[in-house]
């Protein structure tokens, strides 16, 4: 009797944790087809655990099947996953116990003995359970034996050999693979529960954060929930940490959302199990030891490439310094893109696009490709071309990030070459003109889609204008691949330096298409640069330019370099010039002293400007602050050649570009 109470109470102390138990396995097993739980997971756990050791008999457990239970096979010899959640600090007191109450159950069942032989499968069930001399198998959730004995349904299960011999079969089965215990012993499911419930969750180490994206090349937002054990997705049930262990790995909702579609998207429930399953060290206790947590990152380290291989791995330093650098694309996406281009599906497939019938003009991808890809696109195109500058001017030579940004770029003209693919141009004000205004610049050849349609276009061949009676606006869309082929461009260019739409890639296509890019992606392919060194620093760029200001100054070189970088570059900080020529702040002081003493430039504390050197004159408020002499200087650089702008030029022509205008007009202090 006394054993039917102690078995009555632990079950009445499971059973208030069942409400639960689908939030905590959330992403790691899924339930699909049945409605939701109502409370029988750790139950059947239990009864299928009691059958398997034999305490049970096969009647008894076909009576304690029920239809509501996960179907948690999945963790049979990966419950290391399961165990993770518990101990991490991301992880909600309350489902912590769950957790815990899970495991503890689970450590006295067949499934924490390395000695059992399981083996987990598919089968159409035409019993639940079964035992014989050779061995057990039990269904595992879905069905209660009164359906399966109608239905024959397919069905999880999980069986034990007593031997050599396959244990009894429940039915047809569709699939079985053996399932090895790796990290789960009782041992040490116990040990790691003692140690929860005496110290607290594991501690929180920010370093195996960037030892695990270090690594693999996972963004550090997936990083740091894969140690917590949430791989899945963030606003799935189950599939994220609470607002404030959101706050303690310094992660948000929208970090996490774009983590899960770079690094995740695509992975399954089993991937899940596999990446996590063996992650915990073999002492349970090394956790809360200095280092405990980079154990776990090695580890899963290994399990990803094992099973994944690694992504293209960009410094954690580059991959900051481009947080900022393209709107709507993260800064460890746009490493991504640019260090590893073949591996973007956009980058290495043609895309085809058309117009629609409808009573306003839309713009639709080939196939139905979904949304999220269509403003991938857009961003792409965008990010493409302006990581191709920032990686080019600002990341040192060898940096993996700028030495994979000219493939991405030839990519990128690859796609825009082809025919099929149009892209949005702009808002055209048509004013009183009204349709004239569209058939005298671009025609009147009508538009053909691969469909009728309500609104009429004509179609140059490289614009493809609305025309839409009493509209004053017109919606615009050119083809890239007839870009810059005839006057049709200039035709085109006219009406969108006019426009105040923002929106239109025509620019983005126009400052890909021109020199300036070019010459760019080129200076990087070169490898004019030696390794670690920066386009910014004209003593690695430009010697020879440096080598004549030095000269004609009489300066020593590194105050001549020192000079025509606070000519040219918009934002010389006293941090970005020791960055760029690998100053100390001693060298960066003896450097500016001789150009203060000719009066070349001067000191002066300017709150907001990061630096304490300027040319003399005025200057702007910024952000940053300024020389307006700068104005000057590129109102002259580009009117000697109209079509490339200034800052889309090689840093070596700017430099160049810098002294002579200096020579002609030098900065002087205002009358």
């Known amino acids: ?67 509501d239970a996960c179907p948690w ?108 215990l790796g990290w789960g012993t009782a041992d040490q499911l116990t040990r790691l529960i003692a140690l929860v419930r005496a110290k607290g969750p594991a501690p929180w180490d920010r370093k195996a954060v960037d030892l695990l994206a270090g690594k693999t090349g996972l963004s550090r937002a997936t990083a740091s929930v894969a140690l917590c054990g949430f791989l899945g997705h963030p606003n799935a049930r189950g599939g994220k940490p609470t607002p404030q262990a959101r706050k303690t790995l310094k992660v948000t909702l929208g970090d996490l959302e774009d983590a899960w579609f770079r690094d995740m998207e695509g992975h399954t429930d089993e991937d899940r199990l596999e990446l996590l399953a063996d992650v915990l060290p073999q002492d349970p206790e090394k956790l809360w030891a200095p280092g405990g947590l980079s154990e776990v990152a090695l580890r899963l380290a290994q399990a990803w490439q094992q099973r994944f291989g690694t992504k293209a791995v960009a410094p954690l330093s580059t991959i900051q ?116 205004a569209i058939t005298d610049r671009f025609g009147t050849v009508p538009y053909r889609g691969p469909s009728e349609l309500t609104v009429d276009y004509v179609d140059d061949g490289l614009t493809v204008a609305s025309l839409v009676e009493h509209q004053r606006l017109a919606s615009l869309f050119f083809r890239p691949s007839a870009y810059g082929v005839d006057a049709r461009t200039e035709r085109l260019a006219e009406v969108v330096d006019a426009s105040r739409d923002s929106r239109h890639a025509f620019e983005r296509v126009r400052l890909l298409r021109g ?85 070349l430039v001067m000191r002066h504390e300017h709150r907001g400007a990061g630096r304490k050197i300027f040319l003399p004159g005025l200057w702007t408020q910024g952000p940053p602050p300024q020389e307006t002499w700068k104005t000057d200087l590129k109102t002259a650089a580009e009117a000697e050649d109209t079509h490339t702008p200034f800052i889309w030029r090689p840093l070596p022509d700017r430099f160049t570009q810098a002294w002579h205008h200096a020579q002609k007009q030098p900065p002087t202090p205002p009358a």
């Open 73 to 180: 096979a999945p963790l049979v010899g990966r419950i290391g996953a399961v165990a993770l959640r518990a101990v991490s600090p991301a992880t909600a007191d309350q489902h912590r116990e769950t957790l815990l109450a899970l495991l503890e159950l689970w450590s006295g069942t067949p499934m924490a003995d390395p000695a059992v032989r399981l083996r987990r499968g598919r089968v159409a069930a035409s019993v639940t359970a079964a035992r014989d001399e050779h061995g057990a198998a039990v269904a595992i959730g879905g069905a209660d034996a009164e359906w399966v004995a109608r239905k024959n349904p397919e069905l999880s299960f999980l069986d034990r050999a007593f031997g050599q011999g396959d244990p009894p079969a429940l039915g047809r089965v569709v699939g079985v693979t053996d399932a090895p």
């Open 321 to 436: 310094a481009a947080e900022k650098v393209a709107p709507n694309v993260t800064g460890a996406q746009l490493c991504e893109w640019l260090a590893d281009p073949g591996a973007v599906p956009l980058l290495t497939k043609d895309l085809d696009s058309w117009l629609e019938s409808d009573d306003t003009p839309r713009y639709k991808n080939q196939k139905c490709v979904p949304a999220a890809e269509t403003l991938q696109l857009r961003n792409l195109i965008e990010a493409v071309l302006l990581g191709l500058r920032w990686s080019y001017e600002e990341l040192p030579a060898g940096d993996p990030v700028r030495e994979g940004a000219p493939a991405a770029y030839d990519l990128l003209l690859r796609r825009l070459a082809h025919p099929g693919l149009l892209l949005p141009a702009c808002l055209f004000d048509v004013g009183t003109q009204g349709l004239d």
């Open 515 to 599: 020199k300036g890019a070019e010459a760019m992606a080129h200076r990087i392919r070169s490898g004019a640069l030696p390794e670690g060194a920066y386009e910014a620093d004209p003593s690695a760029s430009a010697p020879s330019l440096v080598e004549e200001v030095a000269g004609r100054l009489d300066v020593p070189p590194d105050s001549a370099a020192l000079y025509l970088q606070l000519l040219t570059l918009a934002d010389p900080t006293d941090r970005n010039v020791r960055t760029w020529n690998r100053w100390t702040p001693a060298r960066l002081r003896k450097a500016a002293d001789p150009l203060v003493a000719r009066d």
């Open 1 to 67: 009797m006394a054993d039917e109470t102690g078995q009555t109470d632990d079950r009445a102390r499971l059973s208030e944790h069942e409400h639960n138990v689908e939030i905590v396995l959330g992403q790691l097993v899924t339930r699909s087809g049945f409605g939701r739980l109502s409370g029988s997971t750790l139950a059947h756990i239990d009864m299928a655990g009691r059958f398997l050791a034999g305490a049970l008999d096969p009647a008894s457990a076909a009576a304690a099947q029920t239809s």
